[in-house]
């Protein structure tokens, strides 16, 4: 049995939990679910609430770009490329009204190589998120 490789992007954002970015066994790499949040502030990119709680700001698309950007530091801090996922699980916590911006951003990241992929609405994230990809990839 091949041995795991714990593996931590310094780049990424900070986990919300007690999990590593990703892990390696062999030749395949599982990223654990990355979210949209900005590695720098930890912010939550196109969301924007008042003192109050309430939303001023909501931009999906931002999030969905932001998301694609963390999960591609992940790659790269395991040895990876964007064209070597195989896998992706999406979650949206609102199906209905994302879906549709989702898909088309995805087709723009996903020209050549097209991954394997799962789209599950869900109730919520632990985090403010719209969005969560988990994903697998070969790392050559």
Known sequence: MS???KIEASNAPKPVGA???ARKVGNLLFLSGIGPRDPET???PGLVQSKSGTYEAFD???QCHSV???VRTVLEASGAKWENLVDVT???TDMKRDFQTYNRVYAEYFK???PCRTTVGIDALPTEIAIELKCIAVVE
């Open 42 to 44: 930890d912010g939550v």
């Open 19 to 21: 999990y590593p970015h």
């Open 3 to 5: 041995k795991s490789k």
């Open 60 to 62: 999906f698309e931002a």
């Open 112 to 114: 050549d190589t097209m």
């Open 68 to 70: 694609f950007q963390n």
């Open 90 to 92: 999406v979650f949206l």
